[in-house]
């Protein structure tokens, strides 16, 4: 990918320019490496073997086509490691853990649309960058409904934003090690988080939601969280160049 070309990625795929580090990020710069795609954009960490952050545009040309496959792609899609990352990264057998399941942050689900160039992108959602370890009952139910419920919104303002990423609990006392999965030692996080944005003129008007790693029946309103709540749990600051945010209950998208 050209220089043009990773610019025009990145403007189409954050909302509000690159995710900006706070003073509570714990991730050292040096372990972090930058990944830009037609598709989305994410921050890989060596350490954890996985996105700090990934974000990506959710738009009715991007879901042109099939909902069937965001259902049954994985069936025919194979997960691979990262061929751009230069340092550590995650490999398939590193999630022969049968707990697990390697858990899209930019949603297969999210490209249907046929066209060879949307295949494309679609296929670059499998490399392993995008995907963290997350329990399977998780990864299938309620981060699904999650999923779902974006592109719903996607569909209906014709375009979203989605920033997703993992979190760590921090227990401090007593220490509380990362779990780790596979030979390469991929960490598992404790939970998962997503901010979604539409822009209303020159504000971006966002709801935030923050969910443990584990199988849930609940609404999916029960886990919006206030967006400085992400940030300060990740250590990034979200939308660094938004000219005002709003940020909205579920009910506020207007969806029956």
Same mark, same amino acid.
């Given at each position: 990918?050209?220089?043009?070309?990773?610019?025009?990625?990145?403007?189409?795929?954050?909302?509000?320019?690159?995710? #900006?580090?706070? %003073? %509570?990020?714990?991730?050292?710069?040096?372990?972090? &490496?930058?990944?830009?795609?037609?598709?989305?954009?994410?921050?890989?960490?060596?350490?954890?073997? *996985?996105?700090?952050?990934?974000?990506?545009?959710?738009?009715?040309?991007?879901?042109?086509?099939?909902?069937?496959?965001?259902? /049954?792609?994985?069936?025919? &899609?194979?997960?691979?490691?990262?061929? %751009?990352?230069?340092? =550590?990264?995650?490999? =398939?057998?590193?999630?022969?853990?049968?707990?697990?399941?390697?858990?899209?942050?930019?949603?297969?689900?999210? *490209?249907?649309?046929?066209?060879?160039?949307?295949?494309?992108?679609?296929?670059?959602?499998?490399?392993?960058?995008?995907?963290?370890?997350?329990?399977?009952?998780?990864?299938?139910?309620? @981060?699904?409904?999650?999923?779902?419920?974006?592109?719903?919104?996607?569909?209906?303002? &014709?375009?979203?934003?989605?920033? %997703?990423?993992?979190?760590?609990?921090?227990?401090?006392?007593?220490?509380?090690?990362? #779990?780790? *999965?596979?030979?390469?030692?991929?960490?598992?996080?404790?939970?998962? @988080?997503?901010?979604?944005?539409?822009?209303?003129?020159?504000? +971006?008007?966002?709801?935030?939601?923050?969910?443990?790693?584990?199988?849930?029946?609940?609404?999916?309103?029960?886990?919006? /969280?206030?967006?400085?709540? /992400?940030?300060?749990?990740?250590? @990034?600051?979200? +939308?660094?160049?938004?000219?005002? /945010?709003?940020?909205?209950?579920?009910?506020? @998208?207007? +969806?029956?």
């Amino acid at each position: 990918m050209s220089a043009t070309e990773s610019t025009g990625a990145l403007q189409t795929n954050c909302a509000a320019g690159l995710p #900006e580090r706070l %003073s %509570s990020c714990v991730h050292d710069p040096k372990d972090l &490496e930058l990944v830009v795609r037609n598709g989305y954009a994410l921050l890989h960490s060596g350490e954890h073997k *996985i996105p700090l952050w990934v974000s990506e545009q959710v738009s009715r040309t991007r879901l042109a086509g099939s909902r069937l496959l965001s259902f /049954v792609g994985r069936l025919f &899609e194979g997960f691979s490691a990262d061929p %751009s990352l230069a340092g =550590p990264r995650a490999n =398939p057998e590193d999630y022969a853990d049968d707990r697990f399941d390697p858990g899209h942050l930019a949603a297969a689900g999210n *490209i249907t649309n046929k066209g060879d160039a949307f295949k494309a992108m679609r296929a670059e959602t499998f490399y392993l960058s995008n995907n963290a370890p997350m329990r399977k009952q998780f990864n299938r139910g309620v @981060w699904l409904r999650l999923e779902q419920l974006v592109r719903e919104w996607a569909l209906r303002y &014709e375009s979203v934003w989605s920033i %997703s990423g993992p979190a760590f609990e921090v227990r401090p006392s007593p220490p509380h090690p990362v #779990e780790r *999965i596979g030979e390469g030692a991929v960490s598992v996080p404790t939970h998962f @988080w997503k901010v979604v944005a539409r822009k209303h003129g020159e504000t +971006l008007r966002v709801t935030c939601f923050l969910l443990a790693n584990h199988s849930s029946e609940e609404e999916l309103k029960t886990f919006v /969280v206030p967006l400085h709540t /992400v940030e300060q749990a990740i250590g @990034w600051r979200l +939308l660094p160049r938004a000219h005002s /945010v709003t940020e909205d209950p579920v009910d506020a @998208w207007k +969806l029956k």
